[in-house]
Nanobody, 125 residues
Framework: QVQLVESGGGLVQAGGSLRLACAAS????????MGWFRQAPGKEREFVSA????????YYSGSVKGRFTISRDNAKNTVYLQMNSLKPEDTAVYYC??????????????????WGQGTQVTVSS
């Protein structure tokens, strides 16, 4: 059983930056594909970014590409999401997720077996 704990959320002005972290425990972190998703009030959970087990391949949604950067440190069992040039529409609860095996695409919610509790990101205009 893998436990995921997110941190780093908060309130920031538009144009600012935040760095989210997700610490994993209880499993072999280096074998998991890791993803970040977000969910705004009244909306479905949506894909933000994902990273392969080695860190050599990354994926981004079109809305964050060029502004967000995902990375991982397998020695620290942690995945990060650096968020720059934040916009009010980035406001959401951000969730970290782990997938032991990806059948089709790491951009799909149903691929992930484990989820964190989420961290709130609020971007003011």
């Amino acid at each position: 059983q893998v436990q995921l704990v997110e941190s780093g959320g908060g309130l920031v002005q538009a144009g600012g930056s935040l760095r989210l972290a997700c610490a994993a425990s209880g499993g072999t972190f280096s074998t998991y594909v890791m993803g970040w998703f977000r969910q705004a009030p009244g909306k479905e959970r949506e894909f933000v970014s994902a990273i392969s087990w080695s860190g050599s391949t990354t994926y981004y949604s079109g809305s964050v590409k060029g502004r967000f950067t995902i990375s991982r440190d397998n020695a620290k069992n942690t995945v990060y999401l650096q968020m720059n040039s934040l916009k009010p529409e980035d406001t959401a609860v951000y969730y970290c997720a782990a997938a032991g095996y990806v059948r089709s695409s790491p951009m799909k919610v149903h691929e992930y077996n484990y989820w964190g509790q989420g961290t709130q990101v609020t971007v003011s205009s």
